[in-house]
Structure formats: structure tokens, C-alpha cells
């Protein structure tokens, strides 16, 4: 019989899996960055620096989305990869491109479930919790796939019917810096919240 997303498994050693996401959030960034750049993505218009943007606040959010306030963060995380998507569409890249880029991630996060299992912490898992994880990487891809498809289309119907070019890089670039610090700061909020949270949360 297979495993839901409500079954109580757990996992022997047992952990917050939230926290030790959290934990590897700088060194997720850096080889997401790094591996990108070895397999020749994350490229086209806006530059290294946007993708890093966005690179940064996707891992910033993932431990979230395994926590208790994954409800509420759920919306912001649907928000931040149809940006992704819709940026990468601007950028010149294919919904395929895009998605590749994203499956880095899930990758990087795989490798290091393998190399440092979280194993030694105090806290039980359950299974769900990995459950929870893939399932809000599914939904990460899924997400840029519906805001690259989006950007194409608005773009295609602009100007009569007749396809434009996309946005200069800084144009684009300067819209989505705004959009992404709505959401960081709409994630802070959710976050203050929480009932251990003395006006600095730590991972």
C-alpha cells in the first residue's frame, strides 16, 4: 500500500526538516549558481545578478514550505516561480530552459539528503515531510511552466495581435525586483507570527 500525505511514517533518526533546509540555505544558493553556470543555464537577457535574485528567495522559501505556515506561504511560493517562469520567458529562454533550471534545485537538495542525512537531530520525521518537499518542487515546476506561458501569450496579444520584443533587461529586471520584494515582505509578515518567533526567526 503506497504512502500518503497524512500518513504518520516515521523516519528512524528523525528531524525538522524545515530547519535543516534551512540550515543550507547559503550553500543551496551557491552550488545552484555554480551548477548553472557548469551546464552552460541561467543565462540570456538580465544577467547572472537576476537569477541569483531569484535563486536566493526560492531557497529562502523551500524550508517554509515544508514548515507549519506552509498554508499561508503556499500562495507566495505559487507567485514567486510564475515569476520565475515569466522572467525566464523575458529573458529568452524556453518554458523547458526555465524548468531545467529548476530542476537543479531539486538535484542539489537530493545530493545533500544523500551526503549529510539529516539523521542526528532530536526532532522525529515523519515521512510526509519529504512527501511535502517533493511535492512543493513539483509544484515550483509547475508554476513556472503556467508564468512562462502567460508572458508569451500577453506578449504575443500586445500591440493588436502583433508580437513585440521583450522588455529591455533592466526594464523587466526592475519590475521583478519589485515583485519579489512584495513577496519577501508578505513571507516576513506570515513569519512574525509564529508564536517562537521574538522578532528574528532562526534556522
Known sequence: MGVTDN???????????????????????????HELQARELGGGSGGPAL????????VELLPEMVGPYR?????????LSELYG?????RGLAAGEAIDELHVLR??????????????CDAPLVLREFL????SLDRAVTHVSVGHTDALFFQFFEGDGVAVPALAADAFGAQAEEQLAEIASEVADILRQAPWNDGAREH
Do not use: C
Open 7 to 33: 500518513e504518520e511514517v516515521r523516519v528512524p533518526g528523525g528531524i525538522d526538516l524545515s530547519r535543516w533546509l534551512g540550515a543550507r540555505k547559503e550553500g543551496l544558493v551557491e552550488n545552484w549558481m
Open 51 to 58: 537569477v541569483r535574485r531569484f535563486a536566493s528567495q526560492l
Open 71 to 79: 498554508n499561508q506561504i503556499e500562495s507566495r511560493w505559487d507567485r
Open 86 to 90: 515569466a522572467v525566464a520567458a523575458k
Open 107 to 120: 538535484e542539489l537538495v537530493i545530493r545533500e539528503l544523500y551526503r549529510d542525512p539529516p539523521g542526528h
Open 132 to 135: 511535502r518537499l517533493n511535492r
